[in-house]
């Protein structure tokens, strides 16, 4: 009997721990204004999941606050760059006709890839070196690293299925449990 009430407790910590990860990126998002928020908010929360010995809720916000600000300026600067690379590749989306099925397939897979590209740069970002580097690097690891993308697709395919499906729960879980899925598969 002790060991399911252990179980149960052990269960109900991870649930608090990531519907408390995942408001603190939404607010923290929110509070960059969303587009200056959401990648320095998005790398405190890949940084909270990596490092999860202490789980108290002070030390989570603490870990969270100080990764959000030490990398505020500096990941800015690298989200400047991949949200133009973004949205010349949307704009590509509108500008192409509708008889242009291939082309547009086209640029669908090349923004997708774009997309693995971001989360290559946020599992290998480092402040103290220059963006350009930090951004061909995560191209290099898009390119090497296959059975990455393809389970970094699978947790994109599964997160909007969820959306669809249960947005309730999606809302309070869904970013949080992508995150610990990419990090999971980041170490493999």
Request: net charge positive.
């Amino acid at each position: 009997m002790n060991t399911v009430l252990t179980q149960y407790a052990s269960v109900l910590q991870k649930i608090y721990l990531y519907a408390y990860v995942q408001i603190l990126w939404l607010l923290f998002t929110l509070a960059g204004l969303l587009i200056f928020g959401l990648f320095p908010a998005t790398y405190a929360l890949l940084t909270v999941m990596k490092q999860q010995a202490d789980t108290s809720a002070a030390a989570i916000f603490h870990t969270f606050r100080e990764a959000y600000r030490d990398a505020f300026f500096v990941i800015n600067k690298a989200s400047i760059i991949w949200i133009t690379m973004l949205l010349l590749m949307i704009t590509n989306l509108l500008i192409l006709p509708d008889t242009q099925q291939v082309l547009k397939l086209a640029v669908v897979s090349m923004i997708s890839f774009l997309l693995l590209c971001i989360v290559h740069f946020f599992n290998y970002f480092q402040a103290d070196e220059h963006m350009t580097v930090q951004i061909k690097r995560s191209f290099a690891h898009a390119c090497l690293h296959p059975k990455q993308n393809v389970g970094y697709a699978c947790i994109f395919l599964m997160l909007g299925a969820a959306l669809w499906l249960i947005p309730g729960i999606t809302c309070f879980f869904g970013v949080s449990i992508a995150a610990k899925a990419i990090i999971y598969l980041a170490s493999k």
